[in-house]
């Protein structure tokens, strides 16, 4: 099994920052993405920022130029710094991860996807 972990959300005032990180634990083999979305009431779930193992990233464009996602592959972490954040940002935001779990002697053993509990990002004008 696998276990998400997510801190750093809370309040921030418009152009503040505050950075949200994620680490898994578990019986991993790899992880393939790890990753950030968010969803705000009566909305779907929408990404924010995602990365690969090998440091490709996407945003969405809503933070493109204010968000960064970074990695730490050996320890099975992800962080999101936010700045300059906009009270639009307000949302509750959930750690993303998909890889491959670990069996016995630590061989590849099959697929997981797994998501955070979610932590509250409250921007304030």
């Known amino acids: 099994q696998v276990q998400l972990v997510e801190s750093g959300g809370g309040s921030v005032e418009t152009g503040g920052s505050l950075r949200l990180s994620c680490a898994a634990s578990?019986?991993?083999?790899?992880?393939?993405?790890m990753g950030w979305y968010r969803q705000t009431p009566g909305k779907q779930r929408e990404l924010v920022a995602t990365?690969?193992?090998?440091?490709?990233?996407k945003y969405a464009d809503s933070v493109k130029g204010r968000f960064t996602i970074s990695r730490d592959n050996a320890k099975n972490t992800a962080t999101l710094q936010m700045n300059s954040p906009k009270p639009e940002d307000t949302a509750v935001y959930y750690c993303?991860?998909?890889?491959?779990?670990?069996?016995?002697?630590?061989?590849?053993?099959?697929?997981?996807?797994?998501w955070g509990q979610g932590t509250l990002v409250t921007v304030s004008p």
């Open positions: 993303y991860a998909d890889g491959t779990l670990s069996g016995k002697d630590y061989v590849p053993y099959r697929p997981f996807e797994i």
């Open positions: 578990g019986s991993i083999f790899s992880i393939n993405t």
């Open positions: 990365v690969t193992s090998g440091g490709a990233t």
